[in-house]
């Protein structure tokens, strides 16, 4: 089992209540039982399927008992982790739920080279050495075509491409986060409307119980 989140992967070493006591992680989406022990969803799970008891005290637990720590998982989320590529050489932590967002712009993150047919992944802050060397780039040119497409580099308005081409990059990365954070709400809000369905479905059960236990009260 291993549900949790890798120790190693955090900044500071976190506290012993945010460890799983099954897999020695991070708690990953906590879930507490009656008992007040918690544990990872996955790993607490997989326990009960074999067995129905904490795995701490040993008291009987059923599936429907756990319940979701959800101020726990935003304490979590909030602690600081180091960047995937910190082997590399990236000197960046961030929250844990912003890490995915920081690969969007880490200059370590291995990226493919832009010329077609390359097959190299680069770092990103390499690109542009890996670019000029590339074999796979525009073959040289003689000399006097050089020169022809060095004067009619000259003559349209090079600059203005330029600066659409950095606006053009800077509102690409913005829809990234963008997406990114409209993927993780939706991701919330899908668990959120399974969990009020599975309550709806309990309270259709109990109201149907009682409908059936009036029906039979006035003939006992």
């Keep these: 089992m291993s549900g949790g ?3 190693s992967l955090f900044a500071a ?4 209540h945010l460890l799983c006591s099954v897999c020695y992680g991070v708690l990953r989406q906590p879930v507490g039982l009656p008992c007040r022990h918690t544990f990872c969803r ?11 008891t904490c795995p701490c005290c040993r008291r009987e637990v059923r599936m429907k008992q756990l319940v979701l720590r959800h101020t726990l998982r935003r304490q979590i989320n909030r602690l600081k982790v180091k960047c995937k590529n910190v082997e590399e050489g990236c000197p960046v932590t961030v929250p844990l739920h912003h890490r995915r967002i920081h690969l969007l ?3 370590y993150e291995p990226a493919p080279c832009p010329h077609r047919g390359c097959p190299a992944w680069v770092a990103r802050k390499d690109l542009s050495d890996h670019g000029e060397r590339c074999p796979h780039g525009r073959r040289p040119r003689a000399r ?4 022809s497409a060095a004067r009619a580099h000259h003559d349209r308005p090079g600059r203005r491409q330029e600066e659409w081409r950095r606006r053009w990059r800077r509102r690409r990365a913005s829809c990234q986060l963008l997406l990114a954070g409209l993927d993780r709400s939706l991701r919330h809000l899908r668990r959120a409307t399974r969990r009020l369905q599975a309550q709806l ?20």
């Design 201 to 220: 479905a309990w309270l259709g059960g109990r109201l149907e119980g009682r409908r059936v236990d009036d029906r039979r009260g006035p003939s006992a």
């Design 13 to 16: 070493p976190p506290d012993a």
């Design 42 to 52: 996955k790993c607490i799970v997989q326990w009960l399927v074999r067995q129905r």
């Design 105 to 107: 712009s880490c200059q």
């Design 144 to 147: 006097g075509a050089q020169l």
């Design 5 to 7: 989140y890798d120790v």
